[in-house]
């Protein structure tokens, strides 16, 4: 089961429900109301029992993380430019190239500061407001990496205030916030 879910809260017939509500919204928005339709009698199952809630939660390609996913675009971004351990894991075994940019500039000083947590802490499936499942989805990472001290551009085809605005996935950045180029 994804990190983020709450295992007590499946034992609880209270909260169970929810959760497996949430789930079948992720089913309905990443495979649509057909997938959902024929997994109808298990989400009905889930909802009542915990076993099959566990099992429901367990198996299906559908999560708030699937969904994240499909709606932003993440950059990755990080302070880190001489870490042996950054060229390692990507910069294509020290062959690759590093950027950088203009922190304080009207793009890239939009980057959100990654949070990074010794374990993973449940996903409130009823935020209304999507904050809490934007966090811990895309702004949080495992403690292990905290010394890469990543930032993470979030960008969305959506005009949403505070993302960068893309096109069918992709963007541009004003060519005047790239101040570097490192070989």
Same mark, same amino acid.
């Given at each position: @089961?994804?990190? =983020?879910?709450?295992?007590? %809260?499946?034992?609880? #017939? ?9 789930? %079948?919204?992720? &089913?309905?928005?990443? *495979?649509?109301? %057909?997938?959902? /339709? ?13 076993d099959?809630?566990?099992? @429901?939660?367990?198996?299906?390609p ?31 075994? *020290? ?8 922190? @304080?500039?009207? =793009?890239? +000083? ?13 996903? $409130?499936?009823? /935020?209304? $407001? ?5 966090? *811990? ?11 890469? #001290?990543?930032?993470?551009l ?5 005009? %949403?205030? +505070?993302? &960068? ?5 992709? +963007? ?5 916030? @790239? ?5």
């Amino acid at each position: @089961l994804s990190p =983020y879910v709450d295992m007590d %809260a499946l034992e609880d #017939d209270d909260k169970r429900p929810r959760w497996v509500n949430a789930y %079948a919204e992720g &089913i309905k928005n990443t *495979h649509g109301a %057909a997938m959902l /339709a024929q997994l109808q009698s298990r989400i009905e199952a889930a909802r009542t029992s915990a076993d099959a809630a566990r099992d @429901l939660l367990g198996t299906l390609p559908a999560s708030p993380i699937s969904v994240l996913q499909r709606k932003y675009r993440v950059y990755c971004l990080s302070t880190q430019l001489g870490s042996v351990q950054m060229w390692s894991h990507y910069g294509a075994k *020290h062959q690759g190239i590093a950027f950088e940019f203009n922190s @304080l500039g009207a =793009y890239f +000083g939009m980057a959100f500061r990654v949070n990074y947590a010794k374990e993973a802490t449940p996903i $409130d499936p009823e /935020a209304t $407001d999507g904050e809490d499942l934007f966090v *811990h989805g895309l702004l949080t990472k495992a403690l292990p990496w905290e010394p890469e #001290d990543e930032y993470r551009l979030v960008a969305t085809d959506e005009n %949403a205030e +505070g993302f &960068i605005h893309t096109n069918a996935g992709v +963007g541009s950045f004003p060519p005047d916030e @790239l101040t570097a180029i490192y070989v």
